[in-house]
């Protein structure tokens, strides 16, 4: 926006933007940068006595039992349309609760609710399976209860796959709602309060000051988390796919993701090398996405970009 | 309607009370379940109404860990120690990056995305710390490893700083003599408590509910540092460990109940239901920023 | 762009460089002092300071208050005997597999660690956690080598001993135990060698009475303590199975097998008829607490001589039966081992420790059961039986080993209601018990470690419903099971595997 204003300032006058950012950049390199030379162990026959140096090299053999299954595919698909689907739905939710509870006057109505829709980013994924299992459950289960009081009968959640697509992305939307929201609604805070006077002098209505100012201002952080998101496109929330529908086996079709199927495989022997393996897999498919997502962003709008 | 957008709030007010309902509704349940009389819960699952109360899922966590009181006041250090030191080198990285003239700015923004995306694992995260930091057994251990800074969060403050505060403001900082460090702390930091408030809580929450740290780096050396999550971890640890190995050898009289996990999710949850509001002033306040420019 | 990444390329390689200074510089093996002459007991040096051994206790999250008594206890022993002293460090059993491999890697302070509990003796090698042994105990660990002696096969991997089995009485066959009372109460006759059927008659007469006969819960692991013993290969069977490895020697896909699909037709059956609770796959109540809450009749478990003191429960009597005729298989013989960790700075002093637990009878039951008096009480008019209650221990926080078992089981003190005579009742079901045909073979399964892990994950989807009885159709899961398992692999495994055993068995027989 001010690009034009940009002027050349000799080296020195950075120097203190330099300081700022060393603290964490030093903790950066440390804590992430430095364990990165375990990133060779996905390619070693790794030995604790020997370390990560000395241990012997086995080339690929520990990707193997990635594409050893027959269900390759099927756990690739599933991690990879959750994700996407999720990142756009999160968005879409976010910024309309963001919106949402920003409309809402009064102190304490809007700390209650703040506080109510943050409750489930609270809790464990083991304590949500628990609860979503006393709704859902087919003895007992408060929802199955009132659906079969409702309608006759209800459906076995735990044994018909074609409900989970929706219990997930429910159980997900709804643990995570708080923290979308609150992330956008600090960005709408930052929002100059004048231009909605301005734009509210001008007649504008309600929606037409969202579509108009609200909106676009989030833009830039939309963008910019899903960018983000998209580094994590094939990694998944493990409590989620694997707790929550209680590890049934006739659910594997919509439950299986890269996760799960790593902590099935490697459960009784953890085998360091072949999670290393699954890990870089991930994290190597997760920054090519983010660099095309980035790309593809600053050639729409180069400020946008993330680097 | 227009203008005044009534209809809005009442809109939003319904969609929030359903957000909250959902939201409240299994907390609820949760919390009916800790006092759920377990042999209740096995027969008839959980309820609203359940035909018989007990204190015994609580009884049990207070005999097991007579060291709670103890592991609430570390957890309390460990969380408030984290969080400070993190918003602040979080907020001067972000800061740093925001700028958007500075030079090498691209790098050092793919330097901290970067760490998002590849980790070395734990064995060699864990080698580090303990040979060369010798962390373990102390509260650095806690405090330290994966938890100090996110760069998920730097870039959320580097976003704000970025697009929320008009960049008018720090030239004309500047213009009247302040020093970079000056403009940060009088312009910058006054001007983003929303996102500080977020990425504080966010550090908040994650602190405390760490039980990694303590896993990896406190062993029976230093278990007077445990934090609550740490000793509800592990016992949670226990059940599921139990529950797996149906048939290994350990005595009947030692086994927790399947309500205490329930209790153990209140225990956790609950102080930070109690602090959650003090945060919250910060986003109910907004920003003033009309005030500052004027 | 390119720049950048040129750049971080070159940050990379930086924090390459210098992890590798700070890290694991190739370390020299721990001088042992093994320089006495092979087969010469090595003597102890008292003129040194007294090394402090370190012992892993693997036990659930609980306080062993009285734990520094036991330490004091123990070192006053030791270090007159063998000059050391010694640290007990409790371990929380689900920590136990962690702790262990990072303390190695982190070349913590670690000498006598626990093997098999957690995590499989052959993994742990695999891994180069463990020291091999063999030196140490020609040299120091006469007495350990003694006890363990028939089980000595077992405890090698590649013919090398890296460690010793803590329980060397390794027999074990199928059994149930159920409460007592209520079989009184139906009128249930519970013997030993029940057969199938007269099993589903029992748990027709619960069902009649509103009890569940028993549940599985959601488990993936092999049913096969129920009703016969066998020879597994890989974790779950992922490397086939022998199925009577008494006197067959032939490996086969176990999950192929006729005497599977009985087994699980039958369990099919019982859960048709009412018998297992509906919601077992999904409920995640343990089975312990099935059957302490009386919901449940019994359950299936192995059946050892001291078995039932596991089972025991102050609301109602507890009875057990043997389904099968015992054995002893090498899995069996290392469920539990004691080793010595590969990072250990004074093997010697640990192997002397270990030597000591399992010939000094004072140093073995302050080990397992503390010090007299404060954590155990003789029971009177006995000569070795000994109880918890009445005494600080009743909780089981005083000090309390809830997973390990330290040294020869028959100079142990007994644990009521187990009596004087449970020593004879061992030594008879072990002299009683046949060796598999393949005592002492273990397969490298590092060649197949791809197959294993898709087998691993195959048998997590399909056992727990077949196990559960919850399948529409016994036959055709278990033909998808097998073509699945198939697809990954298996059978190159098994082959592999039987290849191997042959080998062995003509080189050993």
């Given at each position: ?10 080296f ?36 604790y006595t ?6 012997p ?8 039992f ?11 698909r599933?991690t ?6 999720w990142i ?14 920003n ?29 979503v299992?006393a709704?859902l ?13 409702l309608?006759?009968?209800?459906p ?14 429910f ?6 709602l ?13 929002i ?14 309600r ?13 830039p ?12 496109v094939?990694?998944?929330d ?17 439950t ?22 699954a ?29 | 309607m ?10 939003a007010n319904?969609?929030m009370i ?12 949760l ?14 699952g ?6 018989k109360w ?10 097991q860990a ?14 408030a ?10 907020a001067?990285?972000g ?11 691209r ?24 040979k060369t ?16 800074m ?5 870039m959320?403050?580097?976003?704000y ?6 960049q008018d ?54 278990k ?16 599921a460990f ?32 109690v602090?959650?509001p ?5 986003f ?9 420019k004027? | 762009m ?37 087969g ?6 008292f003129?040194?300071?007294?090394y ?12 062993n ?18 000059n ?12 136990l ?18 093997a ?28 350990v ?12 991997i590649n013919?090398?001993t890296y ?10 066959s199928?059994?149930f ?38 549940t ?37 896909n176990?999950f ?43 359950t299936?478990t ?26 002893i298989s ?11 960790a590969a ?11 270990i ?14 059961y ?19 209650d ?17 040294g ?5 003190k ?54 559960a ?28 595997n039987?290849?191997?055993?042959d ?7």
């Amino acid at each position: 926006m001010k690009q034009d204003k940009k002027k050349k300032r000799n080296f020195k006058q950075w120097i203190p933007f330099y300081l700022m950012g060393l603290p964490g950049l030093i903790y950066l390199f440390i804590n992430n940068y430095l364990p990165l030379a375990g990133l060779q162990i996905a390619f070693k026959n790794f030995s604790y006595t020997k370390g990560m140096w000395d241990s012997p090299w086995v080339g690929f053999k520990n990707f193997k039992f990635l594409f050893r299954t027959a269900d390759s595919w099927i756990m690739i698909r599933n991690t990879l349309c959750y994700n996407i689907a999720w990142i756009i739905l999160s968005a879409i939710v976010g910024v309309t609760a963001a919106i949402l509870i920003n409309e809402v006057v009064g102190k304490l109505k809007k700390k209650f609710y703040m506080t109510a829709i943050l409750l489930p980013y609270l809790m464990s994924m083991v304590v949500i399976a628990y609860l979503v299992y006393a709704y859902l459950s087919p003895t007992a289960g408060l929802f199955t209860k009132w659906l079969e009081r409702l309608t006759g009968t209800a459906p076995a959640f735990y044994q018909e796959s074609k409900w989970w697509p929706f219990i997930l992305t429910f159980v997900n939307q709804w643990r995570n709602l708080g923290f979308g929201m609150i992330l956008y609604m600090s960005t709408i805070l930052g929002i100059d309060p004048s231009l909605y006077e301005a734009a509210t002098l001008d007649g504008a209505t309600r929606w037409q000051q969202h579509k108009n100012i609200t909106i676009p201002l989030l833009i830039p952080t939309v963008v910019m988390l899903l960018i983000l998101s998209l580094g994590q496109v094939f990694r998944s929330d493990f409590g989620l796919f694997y707790q929550v529908p209680m590890n049934q086996g006739s659910l594997y079709g919509v439950t299986q993701t890269i996760d799960t199927y790593v902590y099935r495989a490697l459960l009784k022997n953890n085998d360091v090398g072949m999670s290393s393996a699954a890990s870089f897999v991930q994290s190597v498919v997760g920054f090519l996405f983010i660099v095309g997502a980035n790309k593809i962003v600053s050639k729409l709008d180069k400020s946008s970009a993330l680097f | 309607m227009v203008n005044t957008g009534k209809g809005w709030k009442i809109a939003a007010n319904i969609v929030m009370i359903l957000c909250s309902f959902l939201a409240l509704a299994p907390f609820v349940l949760l919390i009916i379940a800790s006092f759920t009389d377990e042999t209740v819960a096995l027969m008839n699952g959980y309820s609203y109404l359940p035909e018989k109360w007990s204190l015994s899922a609580y009884e049990y966590i207070v005999s097991q860990a007579s060291m709670l009181g103890r592991a609430y006041l570390m957890t309390i250090l460990v969380t408030a120690i984290g969080t400070s030191v993190g918003v602040i080198i979080t907020a001067l990285l972000g800061y740093m990056l925001s700028n958007r003239n500075l030079p090498g700015r691209r790098l050092l923004n793919l330097y901290v995305v970067f760490t998002m995306l590849f980790n070395g694992g734990l064995v060699p995260t864990y080698i580090m710390y303990v040979k060369t930091f010798a962390v373990k057994n102390t509260i650095f251990g806690l405090i330290v490893p994966n938890l100090l800074m996110s760069a998920f969060l730097v870039m959320l403050v580097r976003n704000y700083f970025e697009n929320s505060i008009p960049q008018d403001l720090y030239e004309a900082a500047r213009i009247d003599g302040a020093s970079e460090f000056q403009t940060f702390f009088r312009v910058a930091l006054p001007l983003s408590t929303p996102i500080l408030a977020t990425i504080g809580m966010m550090m908040g929450i994650a602190y405390w509910n760490d039980w990694q740290n303590g896993l990896y780096y406190l062993n029976d050396a230093g278990k007077n540092l445990y934090t609550i999550q740490n000793i509800l971890n592990n016992i949670n640890d226990n059940i599921a460990f139990l529950a797996s190995n149906a048939t290994s050898g350990v005595n009947l009289a030692d086994l927790p109940t399947t309500t205490v996990r329930m209790a153990i999710a209140v225990v956790g949850i609950l102080p930070i239901l109690v602090l959650y509001p003090f945060f919250q002033k910060y986003f109910a306040k907004g920003i003033t920023m009309g005030a500052v420019k004027g | 762009m390119k720049k950048a990444l040129a750049l971080l390329l070159a940050v990379l390689m930086l924090a390459t460089l210098l992890a590798g200074c700070g890290g694991n510089t190739n370390p020299e093996t721990p001088a042992a002092d093994t320089s006495a002459a092979d087969g010469e007991p090595a003597a102890i040096n008292f003129d040194e300071e007294p090394y402090e051994v370190s012992i892993q206790f693997v036990g659930l999250f609980e306080e062993n208050k009285n734990i520094a008594n036991v330490e004091a206890a123990l070192s006053a022993i030791t270090k007159e005997k063998i000059n050391c002293t010694v640290d007990i460090v409790p371990v929380f059993i689900g920590d136990l597999p962690t702790t262990t491999s990072l303390g190695v890697a982190g070349d913590e302070k670690l000498d006598i660690v626990v093997a098999g509990l957690t995590s499989p003796l052959d993994t742990m090698v695999n891994n180069e956690i463990l020291l091999p042994l063999d030196d140490l105990l020609e040299t120091r660990g006469q007495g350990v080598k003694a006890v363990t002696e028939h089980v000595a096969a077992a405890q090698k991997i590649n013919g090398v001993t890296y460690a010793v089995s803590g329980y060397p009485y390794a027999a074990m066959s199928g059994g149930f135990v159920y409460n007592k009372t209520l079989a009184d109460q139906f009128g249930i006759d519970m013997h030993d060698g029940m057969t199938a059927e007269e099993l589903t008659a029992a748990a027709a007469k619960c069902a009649e009475n509103g009890v569940y006969f028993t549940t599985f819960g959601s488990s993936s692991q092999l049913n096969y303590k129920f009703l016969w013993g066998g020879d597994y290969f890989g974790t779950g069977g992922a490397f086939g199975g022998i199925l009577n490895p008494a006197e067959s020697t032939t490996v086969v896909n176990v999950f192929d097998s006729q005497e599977y699909r009985d087994y699980w037709k039958m369990i099919k059956s019982w859960n048709d008829a009412g018998y297992l609770p509906a919601d077992q796959l999904t409920d995640t109540t343990s089975v312990q607490e099935y059957f302490s809450q009386q919901h449940i009749f019994g359950t299936s478990t192995a059946f050892t001589p001291n078995q039932i003191a596991v089972w025991l429960n102050p609301n109602f009597e507890t009875g057990i039966i043997r389904t099968g005729e015992p054995s002893i298989s090498t899995a069996g013989a290392v469920e539990f081992m004691l080793g010595i960790a590969a990072n250990c700075k004074r093997p010697d002093k640990a192997m002397d420790l270990i030597n000591l637990i399992y010939t000094d009878a004072d140093v073995a039951n302050l080990l397992q059961y503390g010090v007299e008096g404060t954590d155990y009480a003789p029971v009177e008019g006995t000569e070795n039986v000994i109880t918890y209650d009445g005494t600080e221990n009743a909780d089981h926080n005083s000090y309390y080993a809830s997973f390990v078992h330290y040294g020869d089981p028959t100079m142990l003190k007994i644990v009521a209601p187990l009596t004087d005579s449970f020593y004879d009742e061992l030594k008879a079901f072990e002299n009683e018990a046949k060796y598999s045909q393949t005592f002492g073979y273990t397969f490298d399964g590092t060649p197949f470690s791809a197959e294993a892990g898709a087998i691993g994950s195959l048998l997590e989807q399909y056992l727990p419903a077949l196990n559960a009885g919850q399948v529409a159709d016994v036959d055709a899961a278990v033909d998808e099971l097998v073509a699945a398992l198939n697809a990954a692999g298996m059978q190159d495994a098994i082959d592999a595997n039987q290849a191997a055993l042959d080998a062995w068995l003509a080189e050993n027989k």
